[in-house]
């Protein structure tokens, strides 16, 4: 399923695509025009991403700017002390206002570079507290002395409010009243903003692009699968979307568009209500600027600001949906710091600590070096309990989500908890080099606690490794997409279920993932070594005459230097010992078997004292029991192991519960050899043009 499909799908602009790209031109080519030597390429974005954001919003203001400084005026004159923002917001028709003095096209005509700076300070101070964050996460203040003094920032503000463009949300119009240039409306403002980063991202620091910026069809892939498998559930109410590692916000308002469009076509009306959090100052701020862009103004004060992991922005709150592509590969050692500066096994946080199984403090912790499963835990704990839809997660992992950890770790006690409580519905293998900032394969895990009836008690396994689109060049590690086609493609071999096919489509109980690991036992066999060397050792090193009296009378009874059984030897011992009024201590019976024995294969298995055979540590070994295998535990030692082993035995008490899924298991496709014929005539070609080249290099040796 590869292919050269690389038209950009662009169903989502309402504007003419020349002019959106044309825009995009503009914007970077006003990087390179203010910012060359001034700046570092990498460094562009520190100035660009926070103007176009304030120019964004000072466009839009533009138009009732007059009647937001009037209502200002007289509020102060009237003497109101209260704050006006919200008053001023209604004015202004929008969820944030700019109460100065001054708009950008104002500050263009400043040629004095000491009052610009400080009548541009003056300018952003007068945003209104929403903003305010979003412009000091953006740390753009700390960029004003550095343009100014380079006499770049007069320049900047010139650029961007060219009127050759139109920022606004408002068309611009000839004096006839027709159309100059086109309204950017709030979506496609915030689909330029991403496409902005992403060109950065391109021409910059390409590895650090997936921190930013998951890749747009990959959402819209996540999203479809989210909503169209319930589409026809969606009722006339409201749904809160989640993302706890939501970046630039792009999985919140894709979704949101989703579900919305979903809904209209089955005339039902919902409202959505999105939140998200982030830990990162400029995702955070384009996450805020890219929701009040987009007209999503009351949504802003559900982005939270922190680390997911130590410090949740929404402990108590439940979502509907819930989609995220978590970072993955980074160690996660500083939320113990953040916690208080504890250790892993002090963790107490009820998202990652449970009671389960019959276990208080049922550890669902991953390893440290590797955060994304803390992520997917703490999504399940936010999934709703009481409603007929319940909660959907589409979430992206790397392959070590599907097999890292040993039974009884915290990675493998979340897939068993995931499996056990029938909350995995599919997972979906997806291309290489997909992503922005790795070329590794990744997956999407797709969880619900309200499956339909034909898919409970089952998993289903998608494998789109090879259903990818080739780009024409690469963005960073990206290759290839994956194109509205093929996106329909995976979720029709999802909704397909039993019926896909089964090259890319399998499903299973859900028992077949889970294992029993066990450790296999061997007894341990010591013979028992009495020559005069091993005696005189024990007397040197373990300095009991007595003992050494014990074990000669025994030699004098006994009349061998060898002893098949310790424990026979250890009885006769005894006696001896008795007779000889010496007390065979417990000391004493260690010292005789850490000297007078060895292991060998030929003695007797040792008994120890509860009457049990005793193991030999050094041949302990482990084994994964499918827990479908035919005869359970039991069953794979008669069959498995005494066959070869025919003393070992399975400690039972040593058995844990496991669970992992392999891809490869199920979906392997073997490289086809090539011919031997063929390989025998290739091997013929290289002797025959190596033996010109060793004949002249012995001639050379002769001379």
Not at 101 to 120: A, G, I, P, Y
Not at 292 to 299: H, S
Not at 567 to 582: L, T
Request: glycine share 6%; aromatic share 10%; hydrophobic share 35%.
């Amino acid at each position: 399923m590869n292919g050269k499909d690389n038209k950009q799908t662009r169903s989502f602009l309402n504007m003419n695509q020349s002019t959106y790209n044309a825009l995009k031109s503009f914007i970077w080519g006003i990087a390179n025009d203010c910012l060359v030597d001034v700046y570092d390429v990498g460094d562009y974005r520190k100035v660009i991403l926070p103007m176009l954001v304030i120019r964004r919003f000072d466009a839009v203001l533009e138009l009732k700017h007059d009647e937001v400084v009037a209502a200002k005026k007289k509020f102060e004159k009237d003497g109101v002390t209260v704050d006006i923002d919200p008053a001023l917001c209604g004015i202004a028709g929008q969820a944030f206002v700019n109460k100065s003095d001054f708009t950008l096209r104002d500050l263009k005509s400043r040629t004095n570079q000491q009052q610009l700076r400080k009548d541009f300070i003056d300018y952003l101070d007068g945003f209104s507290k929403n903003v305010q964050e979003i412009i000091n996460k953006f740390h753009f203040r700390d960029q004003i002395p550095r343009l100014s003094e380079q006499d770049r920032l007069g320049l900047l503000i010139e650029k961007f409010v060219d009127p050759s463009i139109n920022l606004s949300n408002k068309p611009v119009l000839n004096e006839d009243g027709s159309e100059k240039l086109e309204a950017l409306d709030n979506h496609t403002m915030g689909t330029l903003f991403e496409e902005v980063i992403r060109m950065f991202n391109e021409q910059t620091n390409v590895t650090d692009a997936g921190r930013h910026f998951t890749p747009r069809d990959i959402i819209e892939l996540m999203a479809d699968l989210a909503f169209i498998p319930i589409q026809d559930k969606i009722q006339s109410t409201t749904y809160r979307i989640y993302d706890g590692a939501c970046g630039t916000g792009g999985m919140l308002t894709v979704g949101e568009s989703c579900i919305q469009n979903l809904a209209e076509r089955r005339g039902k009306k919902v409202s959505i209500n999105l939140f998200g959090q982030e830990n990162f100052d400029e995702t955070y701020a384009i996450a805020c600027a890219d929701m009040l862009l987009k007209g999503e103004g009351t949504q802003v004060n559900n982005i939270f600001f922190g680390s997911t992991i130590s410090n949740d922005g929404f402990p108590k709150d439940e979502f509907d949906f819930m989609l995220s592509n978590p970072p993955f590969g980074t160690s996660w050692k500083a939320e113990l710091k953040a916690w208080g500066d504890i250790k892993k096994d002090e963790i107490t946080d009820p998202r990652f600590i449970i009671d389960y199984d019959g276990n208080p403090e049922y550890t669902l912790l991953p390893d440290i070096g590797d955060p994304q499963m803390l992520f997917l835990a703490n999504n399940i704990s936010k999934m709703k309990q009481k409603t007929s839809l319940g909660s959907r997660i589409i979430e992206v992992h790397n392959s070590s989500s599907l097999f890292n950890g040993n039974a009884g770790s915290g990675a493998s006690n979340l897939r068993r908890y995931i499996i056990e409580n029938d909350l995995l519905e599919a997972i979906v293998a997806l291309p290489e080099k997909m992503f922005y900032n790795t070329d590794i394969g990744t997956f999407l895990w797709i969880l619900t606690n309200k499956k339909d009836e034909k898919r409970r008690g089952t998993i289903q396994l998608i494998d789109a490794t090879s259903m990818k689109s080739l780009l024409k060049k690469n963005i960073g590690e990206k290759n290839s997409e994956i194109t509205p086609s093929i996106r329909r493609t995976i979720v029709d071999l999802y909704l397909a279920y039993r019926d896909a096919d089964p090259k890319y489509s399998m499903v299973f109980p859900n028992e077949e993932f889970g294992y029993y690991a066990v450790d296999v036992q061997r007894p341990l066999r010591l013979k028992v070594d009495l020559t005069e060397e091993k005696i005189e050792q024990l007397l040197t090193e373990g300095k009991d005459n007595d003992l050494i009296t014990v074990v000669r009378n025994y030699l004098n009874i006994q009349k061998t230097e060898s002893v098949n059984s310790f424990n026979s030897f250890i009885n006769e011992i005894e006696k001896v010992s008795k007779d000889a009024g010496v007390k065979l201590t417990a000391k004493r019976k260690k010292l005789l078997r850490d000297y007078l024995t060895y292991v060998s294969e030929d003695a007797e298995p040792v008994i120890d004292s509860k009457g049990n055979i005793e193991p030999d540590k050094n041949l302990k070994d482990s084994e994964q029991i499918p827990m479908l295998y035919e005869g359970g535990i039991e069953g794979f030692l008669e069959k498995e192991i005494k066959p070869y082993v025919p003393d070992a035995w399975i400690d039972e008490k040593s058995a844990s519960i496991g669970y992992e899924l392999s891809f490869t298991k199920y979906f392997y496709k073997p490289v086809d050899l090539r011919p031997v014929e063929d390989i025998i005539e290739d091997l013929r070609t290289l002797e025959k043009e190596s033996d010109g080249v060793l004949a002249g290099i012995m001639e050379d040796f002769e001379r």
